[in-house]
């Protein structure tokens, strides 16, 4: 166990110094920090001072060991568009997208798993043909579209739900969360619902084929000769070695909707990362799209990581290979 562990986390250090080579590779070719920096009156003895004190004359490996130190303190420098310290700006930006992405995930595992279950178990009846039939629909429908479709049904038409913004916030500290109030909530149902309508679909229709694979097993013919109840069959036996191919692909898709985010915060106007990625990268705001970028990664090598975990937990062979190496 320790020896996958340590494996795991030495494959996720490599993967974020992969990318902070890439964040690091946009200060040098996409733009001029020195001259985003200074106005059009500056001399060129304050450029070159400049370029001093931001240590862009010292050689390019010294240059991304800074980078990497200084993004290990969460120090990503200055938005060239605000003037503001960046790690301001994300922790302004983070709660509206960690709300966002963890109500989407919840909403697209609890609702892709239930459904998965029961089309698999109900696979000839006419309501899971209709549900199957949906799914097509949330697979092949773009992210904004479904979110249009939701704006103009439920804003425009019925004028239920609010079309943009996250309405009355709650600050406890420097966080802020809409879940306290009704304008919040309000707000989070259509994001919510286009964030996650794709993820559910994928998850459904994975634990469907995945459950009609386990009911085909020898050992659920084996439990109903035995006599053991349909339901135990399903839920104990059956979901629960379903579990184990799911969970990789599952943790895949809902590590990707913090990156997914941002169409949705677009349509929304929602005053997430997503947002103020989109307009970093309008106004070529480097150290802004930087963060951005080392944040992402960091939500995939965590999640890659748990889900590894996870799977070492869930699958039994996996221990028993790590033990018989161990002897």
Same mark, same amino acid.
């Not at 949906?134 to 773009?142: A, D, F, Q, R, T």
């Not at 992210?143 to 239920?160: N, P």
């Given at each position: 166990m320790i020896a996958y562990v340590v494996k795991s986390l030495a494959q996720a250090v490599m993967v974020m110094l992969a990318v902070a080579l890439v964040a690091f590779s946009m200060f040098r070719f996409v733009g001029d920090p020195v001259s985003n920096l200074v106005g059009q009156e500056a001399t060129i003895a304050d450029r070159e001072q400049l370029a001093r004190d931001l240590g862009l004359a010292d050689p390019v490996p010294v240059q991304f060991a800074r980078f990497v130190a200084n993004a290990a303190q969460l120090q990503f420098g200055v938005s060239y568009r605000q003037g503001r310290p960046v790690i301001d700006l994300l922790k302004e930006r983070l709660p509206a997208t960690v709300e966002l992405a963890l109500l989407s995930a919840l909403f697209a595992l609890a609702t892709g798993l239930a459904l998965g279950v029961y089309t698999a178990i109900r696979r000839?009846? $006419? /309501? &899971?043909?209709? $549900? =199957? #039939? /949906? &799914?097509? *629909?949330? *697979? #092949?429908?773009?992210? @904004? =579209? $479904?979110? $249009?479709?939701?704006? +103009? =049904? @439920?804003?425009?038409?019925?004028? +239920?739900?609010? &079309?943009?913004?996250?309405?009355e916030v709650v600050h406890l500290g420097w966080w802020t969360t809409g879940l306290l109030t009704v304008s919040g909530l309000k707000s989070l149902i259509m994001p919510v619902l286009t964030l996650g309508f794709y993820q559910v679909t994928l998850i459904m229709r994975l634990v469907r084929a995945e459950m009609l694979e386990a009911l085909r097993t020898d050992y659920v013919k084996f439990a109903r000769a035995r006599g053991v109840p349909e339901r135990s069959i399903f839920f104990r036996h059956a979901l629960k070695n379903t579990l184990v191919p799911v969970t990789t692909v599952v943790g895949l898709q809902l590590g990707g909707v913090i990156a997914f985010a941002i169409v949705t915060e677009s349509v929304f106007q929602w005053p997430g990362l997503g947002a103020l990625f989109i307009n970093a990268v309008q106004f070529v705001d480097i150290p802004v799209m930087a963060a951005y970028l080392m944040f992402v990664a960091f939500v995939f090598v965590v999640t890659n990581l748990a889900v590894d975990l996870l799977y070492f937990a869930l699958d039994p062979r996996l221990r028993g290979g790590a033990a018989a190496r161990g002897h």
């Open positions: 000839d009846g $006419i /309501l &899971s043909h209709m $549900i =199957l #039939s /949906l &799914s097509l *629909v949330g *697979v #092949s429908l773009p992210t @904004f =579209l $479904i979110g $249009i479709g939701l704006i +103009w =049904l @439920f804003a425009v038409e019925l004028r +239920w739900l609010p &079309s943009f913004g996250r309405g």
